[in-house]
């Protein structure tokens, strides 16, 4: 079983930046990727981007191209999610994933393992 913890959530004014982390454990822990996802106050959870967990390969969505910045720490099993230029409709709770395989899925359903969230509230 897998076991996966999210910290660094906080509050933030618009246009600062933030780190979340995402803590894997668990005998089975083997990801092929590993992903964010975020889910806003009466919105579906969303892609926000994800990392295959050997090779390293990253993948954003489109919202957030050229402001997040996903990494990970194979020897920690700690993935992050360095967040700039934060904004307001941003303000979700921050999801940590991880499936199997090579492929990278933006929808819910094809990710097996979830962590707890962390809340980022980003202030106008």
């Known amino acids: 079983q897998v076991q996966l913890v999210e910290s660094g959530g906080g509050l933030v004014q618009a246009g600062g930046s933030l780190r979340v982390s995402c803590a894997a454990s668990g005998r089975t822990f083997r990801p092929g990727v590993m992903g964010w996802f975020r889910q806003a106050p009466g919105k579906e959870r969303e892609f926000v981007a994800a990392?295959?967990?050997?090779?390293?390969?990253?993948y954003y969505s489109d919202s957030v191209k050229g402001r997040f910045t996903i990494s990970r720490d194979n020897a920690k099993k700690t993935m992050y999610l360095q967040m700039n230029n934060l904004k307001p409709e941003e303000t979700a709770v921050y999801y940590c994933a991880a499936r199997a395989g090579n492929n990278v899925r933006t929808e819910v359903i094809d990710w097996g393992d979830w962590g707890q969230g962390t809340q980022v509230t980003v202030s106008s």
């Open positions: 990392i295959t967990w050997v090779a390293g390969i990253k």
